[in-house]
DNA sequence: CTAAATGTTCAATGAACGTTGAACTAACGC
DNA sequence: GCGTTAGTTCAACGTTCATTGAACATTTAG
């Protein structure tokens, strides 16, 4: 029994609530991460630096309901990926302002983050 | 007795309080209007078509604050101006983004803003 | 001086936010 | 099957948010 996630098409992606999931120290870490780690996808479990496990997964989950990222599963993990064409479609120019500036925030050890374990089949 | 209305410095404008800030539609639609209006400056009074003059004056707060606007008085007053350039050089490319995506939001009436009386003095 | 115009402040309200720890679920490894 | 890994859900808590109406403050106009 697959069960997917709920995602905004994006057409749905609303900015209002792309900026309020946004104004969020732990929210715009979690994308300046991202961001910088390319097209790789990503795990829940490689922010913990950023809180507990609960707080990830709630700061996640408000991030997916934006339409800033797409989060699938891939075993017991989830994988994250950035929305980029998708926001670059809804408001050109707006994501890769806000991450350049979101990463220069950021101190090394936050975008120091940790490896994922090795057990990828999604890639 | 000159009162003076609290700004952060160019410096401190911090980017999870801009996005906070930015997040609610009725703010959104202020700075769409501004934006608008080009260079001239705008009172609050302009604003009521989204609001009670209480709720203007909380969102007007919250804009200053966050340091997306700046706010001086004119007698009885107040005159509103977008930080364009202490934004520009803070988050360089992000206010246009907004501000672009914001205005492409907004019904038509929404954008007819009512003109200012004419007691201007500081223009 | 008085009255009007323009905003601000205050207290109250209900909703949403972000964090916590405990309990739970789902999939993998052996 | 059994335990481990990875993440979610839930209830509880205190905080902040957005709105309202009433009262207040300040400056201009006459």
Redesign the pocket.
């Known amino acids: ?2 069960e997917y996630l709920d995602h905004p098409t994006a057409e749905d992606i609303a900015l209002p609530a792309v900026l ?1 999931a946004l ?2 120290e ?1 929210r715009l870490a979690i994308i300046a991460i991202l961001a910088r780690n390319g097209e790789k996808a990503m ?3 490689q922010f913990l630096q950023l ?12 991030l997916r309901e934006a339409g800033i990222i797409h ?1 699938r ?1 891939d ?4 994988l994250l990926t950035l929305r980029r064409d998708d926001l670059e479609h809804r408001f050109p120019g707006f994501l890769d302002s806000v991450v350049t500036s979101a990463v220069a925030m950021q101190t090394p050890e936050v975008l120091d983050y940790p490896a994922a ?1 090795e ?1 990828a ?1 999604g890639m």
């Open positions: 029994m697959t309020t104004g969020d732990t795990t829940c479990g809180g507990s496990k609960t707080a990830i997964s709630y700061h996640v989950a408000k989060v599963r075993g017991t993990r989830r374990p057990t089949r």
